[in-house]
């Protein structure tokens, strides 16, 4: 298994209040990802990252910020938490960027009360 | 937008069955096509993976491909209760960042 590692694995928190989501990865992969999946929509891309500070927006990107100061580590931040955020967030890692081989983390559930 | 559609389910099959799971998608420049499967409360991992069209057998999974209409599919053979799961189909239309994941279907396989 890839060693992928995401915590908190679940979080209760209020509307209006910052939370930081941590991927902690032992593959040394290039490429990570932030995944939100929600009943009926599937999965799909917050930000991803191709390199260390290299990063970039993706499909649902607003009221999201990333970081990675390391190659292992990949941050999810909601700066304001909102009710429409609580989802199950998916961090991924690929080797290569042209290609749908992902390897996921075991994911965060996070409740927006 | 680039899509891609799947049937939900519940799909039920029992046990020894063939379960077919389709999967449409809406850019014909889409070039690589994943399966995922994601049990109940994990995360999704990948089982099969096509470039070509035509069919593409690993043990008793068979992807199939047919891009002039726009459609994959997932075939399990002697389906088992441990492959009750949700599947993914997801589509690459460049690279990693540009895949677009269906909502998925759910699998059921009765014993």
């Known amino acids: 298994d890839a060693g992928i590692t995401q915590s908190p694995r679940h979080k209760v928190t209020e509307t209006g209040t910052p939370v930081t989501l941590r991927c902690h990865q032992t593959e040394n992969h290039r490429y990570m990802y932030w995944y939100r999946q929600d009943p009926g929509h599937g999965l799909r891309l917050i930000h991803y990252?191709?390199?260390?500070?290299?990063?970039d927006k993706g499909e649902v990107s607003d009221g999201y910020s990333v970081s990675r100061s390391k190659t292992e580590d990949f941050l999810l931040t909601l700066e304001s938490a909102t009710s429409s955020q609580t989802s199950v967030y998916f961090c991924?890692?690929?080797?290569?960027?042209?290609?749908?081989?992902?390897?996921f983390g075991e994911g965060s559930r996070l409740t927006v009360l | 937008q680039k899509e891609v559609e799947q049937n939900s389910g519940p799909l039920s099959v029992p046990e020894g069955a063939i379960a077919s799971l389709n999967c449409t998608y809406s850019d014909r420049g889409s070039q690589s096509f994943f399966w995922y499967r994601q049990y109940s409360g994990k995360s999704p991992e990948l089982i099969m993976f096509?470039?070509?069209?035509g069919d593409k057998e690993d043990g008793r999974f068979t992807a199939q491909l047919n891009k002039a209409s726009q459609y994959v599919s997932l075939l399990i053979r002697d389906s088992q209760p441990s492959d009750s799961a949700t599947y993914l189909c997801a589509v690459n239309h460049g690279s990693a960042r540009q895949l677009t994941f269906g909502s998925g279907t759910q699998l059921t396989v009765l014993p």
């Open positions: 096509i470039y070509s069209n």
């Open positions: 991924a890692i690929s080797e290569s960027e042209n290609t749908g081989e992902l390897f």
């Open positions: 990252s191709y390199g260390v500070k290299d990063t």
